[in-house]
């Protein structure tokens, strides 16, 4: 049984139950603004155990939750519940209640989730912990410079002192960022920063690759275009491993990595994304993404190898406990 956690409009979750039904598997869709209208949730945690006993009704229909093989989550937390007949004290404990009752859960179950949430969220950015920085040098990826400001004048005169060639992505956003040339850069800048505080990237010169990871592997690695419009197929090579080995040192198994590749073989890393755009997704790229998270949602595990406590299956580091 895989279960989807997603808004109804979507992408990725549409085409996830899509190829669900059409390769026979059982699987049931619930929004998370319905969780509390559509479902009935009761577990129990044993201490020392990787068994959850428990059940998840929908609809009327009780699961046992040791029967779901995967989750697909694509929620904002705390969860948008629909709770207008409340006093909006009442709303917000229940909010608050709920949101811990499906966090604890998510981290809880032993089978995989993706992507689980995180205490605390996940980092936007690589430079934004020394832990991440280390990670990506470690894989000998290199950080491009890069400055973060809520100040609109000063994110356009860095977006000029970089020759108009930079990356731009909202501090608290999971999206993927942009990149910006001195065609509409400046206009792209002034209407993210009405919605986030950014961080501007200074883009080096070279090939822009993206790996894409699903079920902890790559399902595609796509090269861009240019400025020129043309591909370069003599890179040195493609950042495949690189972008797989940061997915799951982030604790991702749904992941859009961003590279350039400079011509003397140093590798940059610009992005690395728990929501990967699907308006960028090449269509043929978005159904192999989909048939990896297919078959990664409907793979069965077993406690004898069920391996979250050294950081698998989602979370995000070695012996990671929800506390």
């Not at 899509?18 to 479902?39: H, I, K, M, N």
């Not at 690695?221 to 591909?231: D, G, I, L, W, Y």
């Amino acid at each position: 049984m895989i279960l989807i956690l997603a808004d109804s409009t979507d992408p990725w979750a549409t085409l996830v139950y899509r190829e669900a039904q059409l390769t026979g598997g059982d699987v049931c869709w619930v929004e998370p603004s319905q969780l509390l209208d559509r479902t009935a949730l009761s577990w129990f945690v044993d201490s020392g155990t990787a068994v959850i006993r428990g059940l998840l009704t929908v609809d009327g229909r009780p699961i046992p939750l040791d029967e779901f093989t995967g989750v697909f989550t694509r929620i904002a937390w705390p969860l948008p519940l629909q709770l207008d007949d409340l006093t909006p004290k009442d709303a917000e404990y229940v909010v608050k209640e709920t949101t811990a009752s499906w966090f604890a859960l998510l981290n809880a179950l032993p089978c995989a989730v993706v992507n689980r949430p995180v205490p605390g969220g996940r980092p936007a950015l690589l430079a934004g912990r020394a832990s991440l920085r280390q990670l990506a040098q470690d894989q000998g990826i290199l950080l491009p410079p890069s400055r973060s400001t809520t100040s609109q004048a000063e994110a356009l005169s860095q977006f000029s002192a970089w020759s108009e060639r930079a990356y731009v992505k909202g501090l608290a956003s999971e999206e993927t960022g942009l990149y910006l040339d001195a065609q509409d850069g400046a206009d792209q800048i002034c209407r993210l920063m009405e919605r986030f505080a950014i961080a501007l990237q200074s883009v080096p010169e070279g090939q822009q690759v993206t790996v894409y990871v699903a079920g902890r592997e790559v399902a595609a690695t796509v090269v861009q275009a240019n400025e020129s419009k043309q591909m370069n197929r003599d890179l040195p090579f493609l950042p495949t491993e690189q972008g797989l080995t940061l997915a799951r040192g982030l604790g991702l198994d749904f992941a859009e990595c961003r590279f350039v590749v400079a011509p003397d073989g140093r590798v940059y890393c610009m992005d690395v994304s728990s929501s990967p755009n699907y308006w960028r997704c090449p269509q043929h790229v978005q159904q192999e993404i989909v048939s990896r998270l297919i078959q990664h949602l409907s793979e069965t595990r077993s406690v004898s190898v069920h391996d979250s406590v050294v950081g698998a299956d989602g979370r995000s580091g070695a012996g990671e406990r929800l506390r």
